[in-house]
C-alpha cells in the first residue's frame, strides 16, 4: 500500500526535517542536571514493541510547558499523554507494516540537530544535552526511532492520499469564469432622511451604553503653597484619607503639561515619577506637589445626543437597506432606469465573491442564469447586474496546484484518522498504559 513513499526519500527527508525542527533543543533545560535520575527503568506507555519510557515522557511534557506556559500542570500531562499514545500508535502501525530505521537516519537527525554556529555538528553540545536529561545515548536513540516511524508512517499515508478531481473542480471553479457587471451602490445614506429617531430612543440607547461615553482625564499633579509644617501634616493627613477639602492648590499641572512648568518644575516632575507626594522646603514656607492618576468621566447626554442620534439613524438604515435592494433589483429587472452611483467591471467569479462578501451559492444562481446578485462593502449594499458570463483566459495552473495541496492535505488527514479509528474500534491495537507512574509524574 505504501510502497512508494517507502522508497521515495525525498518526501521521507521533508518530513524528517519536519519533526527535527519541532524537536527544539530548549527542553533540554528543565530543572537542571539529574533532573530524570528517578525514573529509570520502567516504561509508562506501550503500544506492541513501542514502548515509552518516563524520561521520553517528560522531554514531550516540557515541550509543552514551554509552548503553553499559562497551562496547568495536568493539562499539560493529558495533552502529552494524548500526543504520545497517538505517536507510538502511528509508530506500531509502521512496524507492523514492515517499516524501518537505520542506525544512519538516527545519526543523520542527531547530527541535524546538533550543529554549532558553524553548521557542523557538534559532539559536546550532544553529551551536554543527554547529561542534563539524564539519558544513555542508546535511550535517546530509541526515542528518535518511535519519532521517525512515526513521521514514515505519516509520510506514507500522505503519499496515498489523492486530491479528489470533482472537489478541485469546484474549488477553482470562480476562478475559471469572467464577468462584465454593473455595480450600483446602495449606501445608508440614501434612506437616513427619512428616518426618525425619537428622544425616548436617545435616552433609552444612552442608559444602557452609558460606560461607552466616556474622556479620559490624564494623570495630574496639583501644588499647594503652605506656610507652616503644621499644614503640611495636614494636607498630608488629608490627602492619605483619599480627599484633600481644606486646601485649594496654587495651580494644576496635567501630564502633557509637565514641560511647561517653571515653578517647581523639578518638584512637579518628581511627584510624576514616583505618583505620590512630595515636599520641598522653600524660603516661603513648604511646596507640596500631589500627584493625582487619571480618571474617566462619564460624558452628559447632551453632549453626546447628536452621536446617537445618528448611530441610531445609521442601524436602522442598513436594517433597511435589504428591503430597498430588492425594490432596485425589480425595477431593473422591468428595466426601468434607477437613481443610483454605477460602476461597470470586469471580475473573475473569485473577485467577486472576495470583494462583495458572496458564497458558492451565488456563483451556482448565476451559471443558473440568475443576472442580479445582491453583495455587501464596508458601506452597505451593492446589486450586481451581469451584463456578460464567460470563460477566464488565464493561465490557472498554480491555482491549481494550490487547491489540489489542499485537497489533497484534507483527504491525508481523513485517511490517517480513518485508519487509527478502524484498528481502534477492532482492538487490534495492544496498548498498555501505567497509571501509577502516570500519577507520580
Known amino acids: 500500500m505504501f510502497g512508494f513513499a517507502y522508497k521515495n526519500r525525498t518526501l521521507f527527508n521533508i518530513f524528517l526535517a519536519i519533526v527535527a525542527f519541532s524537536f527544539i533543543l530548549g527542553t533540554a533545560i528543565m530543572w537542571g542536571p539529574g533532573g530524570f535520575s528517578a525514573l529509570?527503568?520502567?516504561?509508562?506507555?506501550?503500544?506492541?514493541?513501542?514502548?515509552?519510557?518516563?524520561?521520553?515522557?517528560?522531554?514531550?511534557?516540557?515541550?509543552?510547558?514551554?509552548?503553553?506556559?499559562?497551562?496547568?500542570?495536568?493539562?499539560?500531562?493529558?495533552?502529552?499523554?494524548?500526543?504520545?499514545?497517538?505517536?507510538?500508535?502511528?509508530?506500531?502501525?509502521?512496524?507492523?507494516?514492515?517499516?524501518?530505521?537505520?542506525?544512519?537516519?538516527?545519526?543523520?537527525?542527531?547530527?541535524?540537530?546538533?550543529?554549532s554556529k558553524d553548521g557542523q555538528f557538534d559532539p559536546n553540545l550532544f553529551k551536554e544535552y543527554l547529561k542534563r536529561l539524564n539519558m544513555s545515548p542508546?535511550?535517546?536513540?530509541?526515542?528518535?526511532?518511535?519519532?521517525l516511524l512515526a513521521s514514515k508512517y505519516k509520510t506514507a499515508v500522505f503519499s496515498d492520499s489523492y486530491a479528489n478531481e470533482a472537489v478541485v473542480k469546484a474549488l477553482i471553479l470562480p476562478f475559471e469564469l469572467q464577468l462584465k457587471v454593473s455595480v450600483y451602490k446602495l449606501t445608508p445614506q440614501l434612506v437616513e432622511d427619512h428616518i426618525k429617531v425619537s428622544p425616548e430612543e436617545v435616552k433609552d440607547f444612552y442608559t444602557l451604553y452609558k460606560e461607552q461615553f466616556v474622556k479620559e482625564i490624564p494623570p495630574k499633579v496639583e501644588v499647594f503653597v503652605l506656610p507652616t509644617k503644621e499644614g503640611v501634616k495636614k494636607l498630608y493627613s488629608e490627602w492619605e484619607k483619599g480627599k484633600?477639602?481644606?486646601?485649594?492648590?496654587?495651580?494644576?499641572?496635567?501630564?502633557?503639561?509637565?514641560?511647561?512648568?517653571?515653578?517647581?518644575?523639578?518638584?512637579?516632575?518628581?511627584?510624576?515619577?514616583?505618583?505620590t507626594l512630595v515636599v520641598k522646603e522653600t524660603p516661603q514656607g513648604y511646596a507640596v506637589a500631589v500627584y493625582l492618576p487619571g480618571e474617566k468621566e462619564t460624558l452628559p447626554l447632551p453632549e453626546v445626543y447628536k452621536q446617537i442620534e445618528n448611530q441610531l439613524k445609521l442601524e436602522k438604515a442598513l436594517k433597511l437597506l435589504?428591503?430597498?435592494?430588492?425594490?432596485?433589483?425589480?425595477?431593473?429587472?422591468?428595466?426601468?432606469?434607477?437613481?443610483?452611483?454605477?460602476?461597470?467591471?470586469t471580475l473573475s467569479g473569485f473577485e467577486l465573491m472576495k470583494l462583495y462578501g458572496l458564497d458558492f451559492d451565488a456563483i451556482e444562481k448565476l451559471l443558473g442564469g440568475e443576472r442580479f446578485l445582491i453583495g455587501k462593502t464596508s458601506?452597505?449594499?451593492?446589486?450586481?447586474?451581469?451584463?456578460?458570463?464567460?470563460?477566464?483566459?488565464?493561465?490557472?495552473?498554480?491555482?491549481?496546484?494550490?487547491?489540489?495541496?489542499?485537497?489533497?492535505?484534507?483527504?491525508?488527514?481523513?485517511?490517517?484518522?480513518?485508519?487509527?479509528?478502524?484498528?481502534w474500534k477492532k482492538g487490534e491495537i495492544p496498548i498498555k498504559f501505567n497509571d501509577q507512574l502516570f500519577k507520580q509524574l
Open 379 to 423: 458601506n452597505g449594499l451593492v446589486i450586481i447586474e451581469v451584463q456578460q458570463l464567460g470563460e477566464n483566459n488565464e493561465d490557472l495552473k498554480k491555482v491549481e496546484v494550490y487547491y489540489k495541496a489542499i485537497a489533497r492535505q484534507d483527504d491525508y488527514r481523513t485517511k490517517l484518522q480513518q485508519i487509527i479509528n478502524y484498528y
Open 322 to 345: 435589504p428591503t430597498e435592494a430588492e425594490k432596485y433589483v425589480n425595477l431593473l429587472k422591468e428595466g426601468k432606469k434607477v437613481n443610483l452611483p454605477k460602476e461597470e467591471k
Open 244 to 275: 484633600i477639602s481644606s486646601f485649594k492648590p496654587s495651580f494644576i499641572v496635567s501630564q502633557n503639561q509637565q514641560e511647561e512648568v517653571k515653578e517647581y518644575k523639578n518638584l512637579v516632575k518628581e511627584a510624576f515619577q514616583k505618583k
Open 138 to 147: 542508546a535511550e535517546f536513540e530509541s526515542y528518535i526511532r518511535r519519532i
Open 40 to 115: 529509570t527503568g520502567s516504561y509508562l506507555l506501550k503500544v506492541g514493541d513501542i514502548t515509552v519510557t518516563p524520561k521520553e515522557f517528560l522531554i514531550e511534557l516540557y515541550q509543552l510547558q514551554r509552548q503553553y506556559p499559562n497551562f496547568s500542570k495536568e493539562q499539560l500531562k493529558n495533552i502529552a499523554k494524548e500526543k504520545v499514545l497517538l505517536e507510538s500508535v502511528l509508530a506500531y502501525f509502521a512496524y507492523r507494516d514492515g517499516f524501518y530505521v537505520s542506525k544512519e537516519e538516527i545519526a543523520q537527525f542527531i547530527r541535524n540537530m546538533f550543529r
